[in-house]
């Protein structure tokens, strides 16, 4: 079945446009309100959380107008990371959890993603079914006046998370020694990251921590570490973290100033993991953009890289079907199941820092487990609406022709972002020459169709 709001992660969009306008906040609000509502007598309960965009502030009261009428209470975190709204939903007991960000995108945008009360993303299934009901008539899902919600914020949500990710570190380890640079992208990490690594003993020198409602993902966080390479660099630190602004995805910078992807972060947990007896199954959940390099390096060990299409849900989704606990996406998205239930930045780099003070190793060595193999990703911008440039001919022969150009020397995918009007390009292969030369091929052909349409 098609979906008129709900992408890869959750509704987006740009702030005040459909769909990320009040009103179909509101529609949110009552229509999940509605499927997660049981029979019962008990008080119902949502939590939301945000980051620091200036659309939080119109999208969270349009929200909890929705969430009342429908006649769940509200419990409002303020800026807190997605991963710990996720967790802060299920030992909170609530019945639903809400998240407003747009991840690592700039501040115009915005999102809404939906948590169960077990802490995970909704299926496929519930986001349908509670897109049929936000099209339904408003007044057929508000509660009586007796039955109305409340609403209130509470103040140590972010000590709650701090508390968790900080548990998740080796009790007999500490930080002291090391110096950190910590990038919260100006976003919903920038209090509790740094005060986490302090915590635990860091000297933490702090970038991206001052929002202004704008500034967010802007020339700083994991999307942008040219600031973060900088200060490691001149403050001679032992590794820079930068957090994407909901803080669920990593980028790491090691002493040198080598920028680190989320492959080789999740080489080095599943090395250490491996080597510890922590892992449930022998492998790792990865995406189809992880490099062969990982694939390669895991088959030495003995592990098995399980495949799945882009995005996080999906890896989770393998990891609970499948039985691993370590998974991610080359992005940074890094998921540790056994702590958290969707990508958390911050608990990911806590695993690469308790592998460098047992080892002793500076980062540099530790996060340079594998070479990559040459690796050419492209993106085309479209127009929204427009048709789509996967579709012309032009487009479906060059794919063939690069495809066959491939076979048994690499690989390619094209895909459409879920978040974004971009069509991704992406090869790799031993031979460099040949992954751009394929690469310019197909990117040349979508441009064109593009353009056309």
Do not use: C
Request: hydrophobic share 45%.
């Amino acid at each position: 079945m098609s979906r008129a709001f709900f992408g890869t992660d959750g509704i987006r969009g740009t702030a005040n446009t459909h769909p990320m306008t009040p009103e179909v906040a509101m529609r949110v609000g009552l229509a999940a309100g509605k499927r997660f509502m049981s029979a019962d007598d008990r008080r119902h309960l949502v939590v939301i959380g945000k980051d620091t965009r200036l659309s939080g502030y119109m999208l969270e009261p349009a929200l909890t107008a929705g969430f009342t009428a429908a006649g769940m209470d509200v419990v409002l975190f303020g800026p807190l990371p997605t991963p710990a709204v996720a967790m802060l939903t299920r030992s909170m007991r609530a019945d639903l959890g809400v998240m407003l960000s747009a991840s690592h995108n700039k501040y115009a945008d915005n999102g809404i993603k939906l948590f169960g009360p077990d802490g995970y993303k909704l299926s496929d299934e519930a986001e349908i079914e509670i897109e049929q009901l936000m099209m339904s008539r408003l007044d057929e899902h508000l509660a009586k006046p007796d039955r109305l919600g409340r609403a209130k914020r509470i103040d140590d949500a972010q000590a709650r998370y701090v508390e968790i990710v900080k548990a998740s570190f080796p009790k007999k380890l500490s930080l002291k020694g090391l110096r950190i640079v910590i990038d919260a992208a100006n976003g919903a990490g920038y209090r509790v990251a740094p005060v986490a690594l302090y915590e635990l003993g860091a000297e933490v020198i702090k970038l991206g921590v001052e929002p202004n409602g704008f500034n967010i993902n802007q020339e700083v966080g994991s999307t942008d570490t040219r600031a973060l390479k900088d200060a490691v660099l001149k403050y001679r630190a032992d590794l820079g973290i930068a957090l994407d602004g909901d803080a669920d995805r990593v980028a790491i910078v090691d002493e040198k100033g080598n920028l680190i992807d989320g492959d080789q972060i999740m080489a080095l947990i599943a090395k250490s993991w491996h080597a510890n007896g922590a892992l449930t199954k022998p492998g790792v959940v990865a995406t189809v953009m992880s490099n062969l390099g990982l694939e390669r390096f895991l088959g030495d060990l003995k592990l098995k890289l399980e495949r799945t299409k882009v995005g996080d849900r999906y890896v989770v989704e393998a990891m609970r079907a499948k039985g691993y606990n370590v998974g991610g996406e080359q992005s940074g998205h890094i998921v540790l199941k056994d702590f958290s239930t969707t990508g958390d930045g911050l608990l990911a780099a806590l695993q690469v820092l308790a592998v460098l003070v047992q080892s002793g190793q500076p980062a540099s060595e530790a996060l340079n487990l594998f070479t990559p193999a040459p690796q050419v990703l492209e993106n085309v911008r479209y127009e929204k609406g427009a048709p789509d440039p996967l579709n012309a001919a032009a487009v479906k022969e060059a794919i063939k022709a690069a495809e066959a150009s491939l076979v048994g020397k690499g690989r390619l995918l094209v895909r459409k972002s879920g978040t974004e009007p971009l069509v991704r390009i992406m090869a790799e292969g031993d031979d460099e020459a040949l992954v751009r030369k394929v690469v310019s091929g197909v990117k040349s052909a979508v441009v064109a169709a593009a353009r056309a349409a």
